[in-house]
Nanobody, 120 residues
Framework: QVQLVESGGGLVQAGGSLRLSCAAS????????MSWHRQGPGKQRELVAM???????NYADSVKGRFTISRENAKNTVYLQMNSLKPEDTAVYYC??????????????WGQGTQVTVSS
């Protein structure tokens, strides 16, 4: 089993910044894709950003130029730097990690979610 611990959410004014972190632990052999998703009030969960093991990144159009995803492989950690935050960025943010266990089977793990609230 893979455990994900998220941190860094909170309340910030519009135009401000926050940095989310998500650390994975467990019987991990490798991590392929690390990503952040969010679910706003009354909305479906959506992909915000993802980074592959080869450091290829992809972003939702709504966050391009404002958010940056990065990973620190030595710590099995993924970050989301969020700048120029807008009220519409308010949501619960979830990290997702996909990879392979030491046993050879694959996993797809979700964090518990961290609240990000942007006030106008």
């Amino acid at each position: 089993q893979v455990q994900l611990v998220e941190s860094g959410g909170g309340l910030v004014q519009a135009g401000g910044s926050l940095r989310l972190s998500c650390a994975a632990s467990g019987r991990i052999l490798s991590i392929n894709v690390m990503s952040w998703h969010r679910q706003g009030p009354g909305k479906q969960r959506e992909l915000v950003a993802m980074v592959t093991s080869g450091d290829r990144t992809n972003y939702a159009d709504s966050v391009k130029g404002r958010f940056t995803i990065s990973r620190e492989n030595a710590k099995n950690t993924v970050y989301l730097q969020m700048n120029s935050l807008k009220p519409e960025d308010t949501a619960v943010y979830y990290c997702n990690v996909q990879g392979t266990y030491v046993y050879g089977t694959s996993y797809n793990a979700w964090g518990q979610g961290t609240q990000v609230t942007v006030s106008s």
